[in-house]
């Protein structure tokens, strides 16, 4: 009986924990070229209000997800004039560009709230595999956008870790100079990668309301755009451990669901609110440990983060 | 691509971007006006994208906010908060400590506010007591809200933007443990309300005497708020303390070089930044709502980051920024759809931080 709830609990994690997972890999790739976009959040709502429009509108959800993509790079490519180009400060930029985001998708999406139905991604059981016991639940009967998220995880790493571009992108990141004397073009990869974070915070936003929940409600991220920004911090920029972060974050969120059944719940309903803090207190103890890591193995942020590259000007 | 990125073409050497050494002075008057009215420009762009008409949602709000006695008394109530969380952050910002946990440090103030008036202190306290405790408890409670993420910064570097942000998230659900569970009103989000000697005092209750401010509701938080601002802006002026933040905020190592406490000063200023947030919230629990509500404050303590850095985090400036977002808020209220108030906020604070950098540039012929 537990081991059907366990099952139960991590199979919806991975589902709900996908929306997560595309936004801080995306801003895994924003972070390490230097471009701190905290704009998140902002993306991922107007990408899951586009997203659910284009495919109620169209009745074609896959326009959905590619809609939600460009909306999220487009938002992107603001903030890479404002801080590449402008070389405004980052945490404002991605301040205001939450704020746009937020106020944005409520104005836009104010007709599709009272929508209860739209087309959804499907759902796609894996011949075979998903008759595994154990495994095949959690993993292999899930939404598409499931799977390609499965795909990203080790796409990103290796890109990243294996490939020259990748190489290209941890040296803009750790020393743009000594890029640029290579002859990487740091401004172009910037607004490249900074585009990339963006299409990946669109697709997560996607994965909420044409998968994960499917439907639009205003601010309807509550705080997971935040969540992906402080777990690639937890990750340490690395793509794999933002995955496993991101899959235990959607169990935690899912969990005060299934715990809200208990008999001392169920006696005392506002207790349940404690439940709804524990994604926000996990994030904060996951950047602790974090932090605590990095300190321990001086192994932290990209060293050029949240700094302009100026041509003329000496240091990194 | 590569163009647009590098806005000194090397090729063509004759003109120059660059960094403008001085800025001068009707320059940094006029510009957060020009950016104003830049940010209102760009949002009418926008609004007409929305199918509304830009000048009659302009001209609406304005009347809304400023055009009548209670439309100024309205936008005052929405300026009380405003001005004391953005001041709040503004002390944090001044150290580039990015507290953006105004909103919950201020549901953590009004909480604490809303034990002494309904639940720690007896029910006849006299008003000046009770009043001076729940600002009191306001203020102790949004100063340990921002202390967690201060000690975590100063004690073990934990990025304070996150921290704080999720801190917001956790306040808001304790909040609703509170009004939904013990404090609850028959269930409702809502406690009872507070005896009339925990209300701060409004233009409206003086009508008895002076009949032209009857259905004002202007309270007395704005004094506090603005005596606050003004004693904010002479600490800045003319103590070492004051100048000790900013140093800090300017250059850390340099800081520490010249002998001054970084960790101490990090959890200091986190503290005090949520204490000014926590008094926001009493003066909005006892000025306004009097009582502790779901949902009570419509992201007071976002909207004062926004104040903040378009004051350029200076105190008498917050005041007359806050005074211009709380007609926002004032105007927005009234319009449909719901959320172009913020919408608007996200567009001034873009082209604020965009155009900031552009006006601080010129071109030069090399």
Redesign the interface.
């Known amino acids: 009986m537990e081991w059907v709830l366990l099952v139960n609990l991590l199979a919806s994690g991975v589902r709900s924990g996908t929306a997560i997972l595309f936004a801080s890999i995306g801003e895994i790739f924003a972070e390490r070229s230097g471009v701190l976009n ?1 704009g998140v959040e ?1 993306m991922m709502l107007m990408g899951a209000m586009t997203a659910f429009g284009v495919a109620h509108n169209t009745g074609n959800p896959w326009l959905g997800l590619l809609a939600a993509a460009g909306v999220g790079t487009v938002l992107a490519l ?1 903030h890479a ?2 801080t ?6 980052q ?3 991605g ?14 999406g ?1 007709p599709l709230v009272e929508i209860r139905q739209a087309p959804r991604l499907p759902t796609y059981p894996i011949p075979l595999l998903a008759d595994l016991p154990v495994l095949g639940p959690i993993l292999f009967n899930h939404n598409v956008i499931v799977y390609l998220g499965f795909l990203l995880i080790p796409a990103a790493w290796f890109y990243i870790y294996r490939t020259r571009p990748g190489l290209e992108l941890r040296a803009v990141g750790e020393y743009p100079a000594a890029a640029d004397v290579q002859g990487i ?1 740091v ?2 990869l ?3 990668y900074v585009m990339v974070g963006g299409f990946l915070a669109g697709v997560g936003g996607a994965a909420l309301s044409l998968a994960i929940t499917p439907l639009w409600i ?1 601010g309807m991220t ?2 997971q755009g ?2 992906a ?2 777990l690639v ?1 937890f990750a340490r920029w690395n793509p794999v451990q933002a995955a496993v972060g991101s899959y235990l974050f959607g169990a935690i969120r899912r969990l005060p669901l299934d715990l809200q059944t208990l008999p001392l719940f169920l006696r ?4 349940g ?2 439940l ?2 524990l994604p ?2 996990f ?2 103890i996951v ?2 440990i974090g ?2 890591e ?2 321990r193995r001086r192994a932290g942020a990209p060293a050029a983060l949240g700094l302009p590259y100026v ?1 003329e000007e000496r240091g990194a | 691509m590569s163009a647009v990125a590098t806005p000194r073409a090397t090729k063509s050497e004759r003109w120059r971007i660059e960094r403008a050494p001085t800025q001068p002075l009707w320059l940094t008057i006029l510009s957060p006006v020009i950016l104003v009215a830049l940010a209102l420009i760009v949002g009418a762009g926008l609004l007409s994208l929305t199918g509304s008409d830009p000048w009659l949602v302009y001209r609406r709000m304005a009347q809304l906010a400023f055009g009548s006695a209670y439309g100024w008394s309205d936008t005052t109530v929405k300026a009380t908060p405003l001005i004391l969380a953005g001041l709040g952050v503004s002390i944090a910002f001044r150290m580039r400590l990015w507290n953006i946990g105004a909103e919950g440090q201020l549901f953590l103030g009004a909480f604490m506010a809303t034990g002494v008036a309904l639940h720690w202190l007896p029910r006849d306290t006299p008003q000046p007591l009770m009043l001076l405790a729940m600002a009191a408890a306001g203020f102790v409670g949004g100063a340990l809200w921002g202390l967690i993420p201060g000690l975590l910064k100063a004690k073990l570097n934990v990025n304070e933007i996150i921290t704080t942000l999720m801190l917001n998230y956790v306040a808001i659900q304790w909040n609703n443990f509170f009004v939904y569970g013990p404090w609850s009103e028959r269930g409702f989000g809502l406690s009872p309300q507070f005896p009339r000697n925990a209300w701060l005092p409004r233009l409206t209750d003086f009508a008895a005497d002076f009949p032209f401010l009857r259905g004002l509701t202007a309270h007395f938080g704005i004094l506090i708020a603005v005596a606050l601002a003004v004693v904010l802006w002479v600490v800045w002026r003319s103590t070492r303390w004051g100048f000790e933040v900013s140093v800090v905020g300017d250059n850390p190592r340099a800081a520490r070089y010249a002998g001054i406490n970084l960790t101490r000063n990090i959890i200091l200023v986190m503290a005090l930044s949520g204490g000014l947030a926590g008094l926001a919230g009493m003066s909005e629990v006892s000025g306004v709502v009097h009582r502790l509500q779901e949902r009570f404050s419509p992201g007071y303590g976002f909207t004062a980051i926004i104040v903040a850095w378009l004051a350029k985090l200076n105190p008498l400036a917050i005041i007359l920024v806050s005074y211009l977002f709380a007609g926002l808020l004032v105007g927005g209220d009234a319009i449909q759809p719901a959320g172009i108030a913020q919408l608007l906020q996200g567009v001034i604070l873009f082209v604020v931080v965009s155009g900031d950098m552009i006006l601080r540039y010129r071109v030069r012929r090399v």
């Open positions: 905290l902002g603001l004039f404002v590449v180009t402008l070389r405004a400060d945490v404002v930029s301040l205001a560009l939450t704020f746009v985001g937020s106020g944005l998708s409520a104005v836009l104010a073009n401004f172009a910037r607004y490249a205003e509550s705080g935040w969540i920004v402080g911090i005392n309903p506002a207790w609110y404690f709804n803090m926000y207190l994030t904060v950047l602790v932090s605590r990095a300190m041509r």
